[in-house]
């Protein structure tokens, strides 16, 4: 089963900037669709983020222009790059492997919780 563990929250000012890395076990990463969920308070999770194998990425409309995501396979790493951060980014964020689907393809980390507050 393959374990992920994410990092790099934290509290944040609206306008600034967090970086957050998932790492994954297992030997299969890099042929994975991975990709960062969201989950706030009341809501459902959502899938902010993709990147494919080769690093082409896709983005949920209200993170587009402002998130970045991109791998690196040596590492089996996942990195979700926020810039200008809002108030309603506030969430647990959460990486998985992605089928065609769009379902996630195993069982959740803990995650890694971004508030975005002044």
Do not use: H
């Not at 890099?30 to 983005?59: C, F």
């Not at 195993?106 to 508030?115: E, R």
Request: some cysteine; aromatic content about 10%.
């Amino acid at each position: 089963q393959v374990q992920l563990v994410e990092s790099g929250g934290g509290l944040v000012q609206p306008g600034g900037s967090l970086r957050l890395s998932c790492v994954a076990s297992g030997r299969l990463f890099s042929i994975l669709v991975m990709g960062w969920y969201r989950q706030a308070p009341g809501k459902e999770r959502e899938l902010v983020a993709r990147v494919l194998s080769d690093g082409t990425a896709n983005y949920a409309d209200s993170v587009k222009g402002r998130f970045t995501i991109s791998r690196d396979n040596a590492k089996n790493t996942v990195y979700l790059q926020m810039d200008t951060l809002k108030p309603e980014d506030t969430a647990v964020y959460y990486c998985n492997g992605i089928y065609s689907s769009s379902q996630p393809m195993f069982g959740w980390g803990q995650g890694t919780q971004v508030i975005v507050s002044s």
